[in-house]
């Protein structure tokens, strides 16, 4: 069963920030917060991961709350090619055997 | 990043017939991979965890005997779908991770099936 639990779906401005909240209060403390996207009829896409500090990369930036019960994704310019399907999964961080378990996650528009 | 590859990317077959669909990783070696799949407006679903040189293990629910995977190289998973029905029209698709702790998963780019 997913941990985590998102909203159904967002829409964004293009050209504006994308918030992507998740919500995992059952996290465990070995437990990394992954985010992967997929757009229509594609293989999932990794996009970033942390366990407790903020991260930031290329596409997005992840900040975690304190209490790691939750987090946020942030594409901080949002582009017609970022419309897809976000996911937030939690996960011992991949050593190769881990399971990635796929919610429903949260279809995100984003439009001109 | 890590490359992982499926072939083909489509394929349509006849009810009764079996399908072999290929997942490769290109520039690493992959001693788990995974199957999963993905019907029209849902979410991933696990199928099975693919171990190179042993059997697999196939989540609940998942008829083994229907879906075979083979894992006989470091780099190579294949699954199998035996004597398929419509109702096994799907997207199939495999995923990989990088040996080691805190890495992410490489997922191939899916494979259409449709099974007329």
């Known amino acids: 069963d997913a941990k985590t639990t998102q909203p159904t779906s967002m829409d964004c401005a293009e050209g504006r920030a994308a918030n992507l909240p998740c919500n995992h209060s059952?996290?465990?403390?070995?437990?990394?917060v992954y985010w992967y996207r997929q757009i229509h009829s594609q293989g999932p896409q990794y996009i970033i991961h942390g366990l407790k500090n903020n991260e930031t990369n290329e596409m997005a930036s992840l900040i975690i709350t304190e209490d790691r019960k939750s987090s946020t994704l942030i594409l901080p310019h949002a582009t017609l090619r970022d419309t897809a399907v976000y996911y937030c999964i939690v996960s011992p961080g991949n050593t190769g055997g881990f399971k990635t378990i796929f919610g429903a996650g949260t279809r995100l528009f984003v439009k001109a | 990043g890590a490359v992982v590859s499926q072939h083909p990317s489509w394929v349509i077959c006849k009810s009764g017939t079996s399908v072999k669909i290929e997942c490769r990783s290109l520039?690493?070696?992959?001693?788990?991979m995974f199957w999963y799949r993905q019907f029209p407006k849902q979410s991933l679903m696990l199928m099975a965890t693919s171990n190179e040189g042993s059997k697999a293990t196939y989540e609940q629910g998942v008829e083994k005997d229907k879906f075979l995977i083979n894992h006989a190289s470091l780099t190579l998973s294949t699954l199998t779908v035996t004597s398929a029905h419509p109702e096994d029209s799907s997207f199939y698709i495999c995923s990989a991770s990088l040996p080691g702790g805190n890495t992410e998963a490489f997922f191939g780019q899916g494979t259409r099936l449709t099974v007329v």
């Open positions: 520039d690493f070696q992959a001693t788990t």
């Open positions: 059952t996290i465990s403390g070995n437990e990394y």
